[in-house]
Antibody
Framework: QVQLQQWGAGLLKPSETLSLTCAVY????????WNWIRQPPGKGLEWIGE???????DYNPSLKSRVTISVDMSRNQFSLNLSSVTAADTAVYYC?????????WGQGTLVTVSS | EIVMTQSPATLSVSPGERATLSCRAS??????LAWYQQKPGQAPRLLIY???TRATGIPARFSGSGSGTEFTLTISSLQSEDFAVYYC????????FGQGTKLEIK
């Protein structure tokens, strides 16, 4: 049974780069798509982007200029970088498996951007 | 971008009763529609995909219907563990979510 465990810095200053990593257990990254989604406090869900094992990547057009998603097959992990963060990027960030539908999800990481 | 609109924002229903949640797409998404359940402090959980197919392990009291732009999630007999926030998501063109419906105990 696949499980996703994520981690990364929880407090950033404006203009810094958000970096999160998601480790996949119980399944190889190969052959599947892997996603990042975020949820501002008390608000709804926003898809950030996805990657597959061969490096095929799609990003939400609204974030594309600041987002990089990468995969490390040797460690069975994938990562999210979001540059030039502002307070508007404060959210719980989730990783998730799937192409089209998202299942399962990681536990979530609260990232707060504050000076 | 396809905008997903859920109604109502909050739904108050008594345990044992039926709950009906709606989701509307700004343009047709065919049957490329999923429903998720989210409880406080937890990640969302996939309930329904393809508009009407239950995900693995999801009880039969959850059912989905619709196609094109109008979709419905029905919970036939509410259990205490069903009170949560529900999101619809289209995957016809990128992925976008509705703003959620909070299902609360009446």
């Amino acid at each position: 049974q696949v499980q996703l465990q994520q981690w990364g810095a929880g407090l950033l200053k404006p203009s810094e780069t958000l970096s999160l990593t998601c480790a996949v257990y119980g399944e190889s990254l190969g052959g599947y798509y892997w996603n990042w989604i975020r949820q501002p406090p008390g608000k709804g869900l926003e898809w950030i982007g996805e990657i597959n094992h061969s490096g095929s990547i799609d990003y939400n057009p609204s974030l594309k200029s600041r987002v990089t998603i990468s995969v490390d097959m040797s460690r069975n992990q994938f990562s999210l970088n979001l540059s030039s963060v502002t307070a508007a990027d404060t959210a719980v960030y989730y990783c998730a498996k799937g192409f089209a539908t998202l299942d399962p999800w990681g536990q979530g990481t609260l990232v707060t951007v504050s000076s | 971008e396809i905008v997903m609109t859920q109604s109502p924002a909050t739904l108050s229903v008594s345990p044992g009763e039926r709950a009906t949640l709606s989701c509307r797409a700004s343009q047709s998404v065919s049957s490329n529609l999923a429903w998720y359940q989210q409880k406080p402090g937890q990640a969302p959980r996939l309930l329904i995909y393809g508009a009407s197919t239950r995900a693995t392990g999801i009880p039969a009291r959850f059912s989905g219907s619709g196609s094109g732009t109008e979709f419905t999630l029905t919970i036939s007999s509410l259990q205490s563990e069903d009170f949560a926030v529900y999101y619809c998501q289209q995957y016809n063109n990128w992925y976008t979510f509705g703003q959620g419906t909070k299902l609360e105990i009446k």
